[in-house]
Nanobody
Framework: QVQLVESGGGLVQAGGSLRLSCVAS?????????????MAWFRQAPGKEREFVAA????????AYANSVEGRFTISRDDSNYTLYLQMSSLLPVDTAIYFC??????????????????WGQGTQVTVSA
């Protein structure tokens, strides 16, 4: 199995920055390499559906971003520490949401916004004040 635990959320003023982290663990990694998993961040604002934010391929060579965060957010991964990151800058009140980490085993070297994920974390709250 795969467990994902997010951290790094909090309250920040508009224009500020935050870095989210997601640590992956589980028995699966005793026989499966972490870089065989593509990983992503999604978010869900109050009263809205969950939406894609960013994704990264297993190799880290391919990334994808939602239009709303392109140029402000950067996704990265440190496979030696089984950790996924989301660096968020120039935050806006509309970025307020619960942010979720997701993972899926994939042989593809490319990630796209519409891909699905089978493993999910519990989420971390990000609140951006005006």
């Amino acid at each position: 199995q795969v467990q994902l635990v997010e951290s790094g959320g909090g309250l920040v003023q508009a224009g500020g920055s935050l870095r989210l982290s997601c640590v992956a663990s589980g028995r699966t990694f005793s026989y499966t390499r972490i870089d065989w998993f593509r990983m992503a961040w999604f978010r869900q604002a109050p009263g809205k559906e969950r939406e894609f934010v960013a994704a990264i391929s297993g190799s880290g060579g391919s990334t994808a971003y939602a239009n709303s965060v392109e140029g402000r957010f950067t996704i990265s991964r440190d496979d030696s520490n089984y950790t996924l990151y989301l660096q968020m800058s120039s935050l806006l009140p509309v970025d307020t949401a619960i942010y979720f980490c997701a993972a899926a085993r994939s042989a593809s070297t490319t990630v796209l916004a519409g891909m699905t994920y089978g493993f999910w974390g519990q989420g971390t709250q990000v609140t951006v004040s005006a």
